[in-house]
């Protein structure tokens, strides 16, 4: 975008002994995410892409692309799958259906490119994410963590539905994207 990147607030760095380490033939040959004819039919990736939102099916090829070394992640994510089959996963998966994508809107927010229509979805989006919160709170392990990294940032939803239209127009030029009251000079 050759502009500053105020969307990034800090950096990770990740260690070479954390992932097994996959050079790209590796990744081409096992098909995990693209096939031998650069497809994705019949790849691991959508065998087991059940995923609910994009964003889900992006975490999923990401630990498919770069699988941990640590077994205790592995054993919480099989614990929290056994905790899921027991009805919770129906529950889970009614309340995400629907949720817009939010990694996508927060990198529009940045980039200064957001449509209003989509701040409504994020609303929306962040609403959910507070029930997800609800149902997740007082389990433990890989779910709770979940549950405790879903948590909207406080007021941010208020703030949104107090200053954007519920229906704003597609594009803030058109106008009719600020709520009434919310401030005099827009």
Known sequence: QRTALPHIRSVRLE???HAVIMDAATRRNLELTQNLAGGYENTLAEVLDRTATPMGSRLLKRWLLEPQRDRSQAVERQQAIGVLREGL????????KGTSDVERITA??????????ELVALVQSLQKSEQLTQILRGLEGYLAQTGAD???????ATLLVRAIQPEPAALVRDGDVIAEGFDAEL
Do not use: F, H, M, T
């Not at 996963?89 to 995400?96: G, K, M, P, V, Y």
């Open 108 to 117: 529009r927010i940045a980039l200064r490119q957001v449509r209003p229509r």
């Open 150 to 156: 879903l948590a909207p940032p406080a007021a941010c």
């Open 15 to 17: 260690q070479p002994d």
């Open 89 to 96: 996963w129906q529950r889970l998966r009614a309340e995400i």
